[in-house]
Each structure stands twice: as structure tokens, then as C-alpha cells.
């Protein structure tokens, strides 16, 4: 990246996080002001407890003990639902640079879950494609009328994605990088002129894997800095030096569905919306 777009990039971070900061949970922190339909609360509630609203981390307690809720079995039981965006922030990140109001084409949702995050916009795109290690959740989203693709063998499938989304995926998955590799492998080798990346990101970056023995990745993302800013702005230089193009970005609340004792849990959870370039001298993808 130039050292005109790193200022850039870093003084749209800082104006934009200052006001996320001052508006606190308010809808002003949000692309749209629709948002609070869904969660009314959100304009006057004080600052949630500082609990993460992903399912993996959520803990019970018990005397003596601490035992680790399961992901899958609370999907399962339709607790725990997630909100990341609405069909209409999705839609304005999407239309970007003359791309058409309402998109055409597929959507594909990595690491889909139960369906529910990806489905708030997934009525943008004519066809919906899913990959999810949970073979019970796999089942959810059949019935939501997902297409089921092989988790690892995705993007060399024929499909023209309009948009491979990876929702709070990247701090959550073995290899990070690859999934990132792939999905530039893919869209390069498509026609489509209009193909996005669509990423959520909690930051600051603190990965867990759920299938690891340590529940560390293999992979790491090269994340540096230890606010949220600094965090942004190395994953924008990391990602164009890896091929990718910024097109826009923003911050809304990650929500949980919570329980007994609080009706919410929420993260900040960094979006990004990115299409892949050519790098000088690039060979194989």
C-alpha cells in the first residue's frame, strides 16, 4: 500500500471509530438507522457485560466447574441467535463503485452456521450457498434452502459467486490464510466484474479454534497493534498486499442472544467489504 493510501486509510479509521466510540450502542454507530428495529433496546441500553456473543466462548457454570456450552446443540435448539447485519446495511456496503442496487448472482456464507447471520441478506442474490463442518447444522441450513458445498473443496466449484462472505470465520478457522487464498483463487478465475468479499472481524484479533487440541490456528493473521484502529489498519495493508482491494468498511455491534441474566451480549465486530486484484509479477494464484 502507498503511503498516501495508508494515511487515508488510517484517518477515515480514526474518524470513524472517535464517532462509533462517542455513540456508544446508539443506531449512530450503525450504517443505518433500521437496525434498531430489530433491537430497539439497543438507542437506550447501557453497555452490555464485557461477554463474548459467540456460542463457543459462551461458559455455564457449574459448583466446582466450569463446563463449555456447544455451539451446535445450542443452534440446535434455536438459542443463541446472532446479528451482524441487516438486508439493508449489507445492501449499502455491497453497492459499491456503480455495482447494481439489487445483486444478481450468487451468495456463498463460509462457515455458515445455522444460517441465521447470512440470511438477513440473503434475499440480495438469486441463489444462496453455504459451507459448515456441522453436519447438524448442515441439516438447518438445508432447510433454510442453502446449497450445501464441501468445506474444503468450495472454491473450485463452477458457481459464479456474486459474494463469498466469511462472518466472524477468520478468527475462528484452522488456516485463516488459506480460506483467504482460496477465495482470491476463485474469484480470479471468474468473469463476474462485481465479486466481493464480505468479512467480519472482531477486533482486536484473538483467535480461538474450536477443533484445535489447543484451540490455537495453525495459521495466525499477521495482525499487529493493540487497539481496534491500529488492528484495522494493519488487516487493510496485510489484505492489499495479498492481492485485495479495500472497497468499504465499518463497525456495528456483534449481538448474541443472551439469557436469564442479561437479554444481550455484544462485541464490536469490524466489516469489510473487499474484491480481488492482480498482484505485479504474480504467477499461479
Not at 252 to 265: H, I, K, N, R, T
Request: charged share 20%; proline share 7%; glycine share 6%.
Amino acid at each position: 500500500m502507498h503511503n498516501d493510501s495508508v494515511c487515508k486509510v488510517k484517518t477515515s479509521i480514526k474518524t470513524r471509530l472517535n464517532r462509533s466510540l462517542i455513540a456508544g450502542a446508539s443506531a449512530e454507530r450503525l450504517i443505518t438507522d433500521g437496525f434498531t428495529t430489530h433491537y430497539p433496546l439497543l438507542s437506550a441500553a447501557p453497555p452490555a457485560p464485557a461477554a463474548p456473543p459467540r456460542d463457543e466462548d459462551v461458559l455455564v457454570a457449574a459448583p466446582g466447574h466450569t463446563v463449555r456450552a456447544l455451539s451446535p446443540l445450542r443452534r440446535w435448539l434455536g438459542r443463541g441467535s446472532m446479528f451482524v447485519l441487516s438486508g439493508a446495511q449489507a445492501q449499502r456496503l455491497l453497492c459499491v463503485e456503480g455495482a447494481p442496487e439489487n445483486q444478481h448472482g450468487a451468495l456463498l456464507d463460509l462457515g455458515a452456521g445455522d444460517g441465521a447471520v447470512s440470511g438477513r441478506f440473503a434475499h440480495l442474490f438469486e441463489r444462496k450457498y453455504a459451507t459448515e463442518i456441522s453436519a447438524s447444522m448442515r441439516n438447518v441450513l438445508s432447510s433454510k434452502g442453502y446449497t450445501i458445498l464441501d468445506a474444503d473443496e468450495w472454491w473450485r466449484s463452477s458457481e459464479d459467486f456474486s459474494c463469498v462472505s466469511m462472518l466472524n470465520l477468520l478468527d475462528r478457522c484452522i488456516r485463516p490464510k488459506s480460506m483467504l487464498r482460496q477465495a482470491r483463487a476463485a474469484m480470479l478465475t471468474r468473469p463476474h466484474a462485481k465479486m466481493r468479499l464480505l468479512i467480519a472481524l472482531v477486533l482486536p484479533y484473538k483467535p480461538y479454534v474450536e477443533a484445535t487440541p489447543d484451540h490455537k490456528p495453525e495459521e495466525r493473521l499477521p495482525i499487529e497493534g493493540t487497539t481496534v484502529e491500529e488492528q484495522a489498519c494493519s488487516f487493510v495493508q496485510w489484505m492489499e498486499a495479498s492481492g485485495w482491494s479495500l472497497q468499504a468498511w465499518t463497525r456495528v455491534p456483534y449481538l448474541c442472544e443472551g439469557d436469564f441474566a442479561q437479554s444481550y451480549y455484544w462485541l464490536d465486530d469490524t466489516v469489510f467489504v473487499f474484491t480481488p486484484v492482480p498482484l505485479e509479477n504474480e504467477k499461479d494464484v
